[in-house]
C-alpha cells in the first residue's frame, strides 16, 4: 500500500520560505508523476507543482512560477518543493500525490494516491 508522508509546513512571515517534503514507501509501481496540490479553507483542491520521475520535467501553477520549484530524489523516493517569497495567499494545506500512469491537466481527480497533508500558514 503506497503511503506518501509529507513534512516541512508551519507558520512563516510573508516573504519567507519553507521546504516541505515528501517521502513515498510501499510504492508497486514507478510513477508517472508526483505532484503538490493544496487546499484553502472552503475552497478546492488546487494544483501547485508536479514533476514526472523518470526525466524531471516540471509543471507550475501560474501564481508560484518564479517562487517555487519543485525536484525530486528517486534514490530516496522523496519529493520536495521550495518555497520562496511566500505570500498570504500561499496559506492552505499542501498535499503531496502520487499516479502511476500519464496525466493531462494535472486536476486532484488524476492523482490517485495521496498524503495526509501539512498546513503552510503565511502572515503578514
Known amino acids: 500500500q503506497v503511503q506518501l508522508v509529507e513534512s516541512g509546513g508551519g507558520l512563516v512571515q510573508a516573504g519567507g520560505s519553507l521546504t516541505l517534503s515528501c517521502v513515498a514507501s510501499?510504492?508497486?509501481?514507478?510513477?508517472?508523476?508526483m505532484a503538490w496540490f493544496r487546499q484553502a479553507d472552503g475552497k478546492e483542491r488546487d494544483f501547485v507543482a508536479a514533476?514526472?520521475?523518470?526525466?524531471?520535467?516540471?509543471y507550475y501553477t501560474d501564481s508560484v512560477k518564479g517562487r517555487f520549484t519543485i525536484s525530486r530524489d528517486s534514490a530516496k523516493n522523496a519529493m520536495y518543493l521550495q518555497m520562496n517569497d511566500l505570500k498570504i495567499e500561499d496559506t492552505a494545506v499542501y498535499y503531496c500525490?502520487?499516479?502511476?500512469?500519464?496525466?493531462?491537466?494535472?486536476?486532484?481527480?488524476?492523482?490517485?494516491?495521496w498524503g495526509q497533508g501539512t498546513q503552510v500558514t503565511v502572515s503578514s
Open positions: 500525490a502520487a499516479e502511476e500512469f500519464p496525466v493531462r491537466n494535472f486536476h486532484y481527480t488524476d492523482f490517485g494516491s
Open positions: 514533476i514526472t520521475w523518470l526525466d524531471g520535467t516540471t
Open positions: 510501499g510504492l508497486s509501481f514507478t510513477p508517472y508523476a
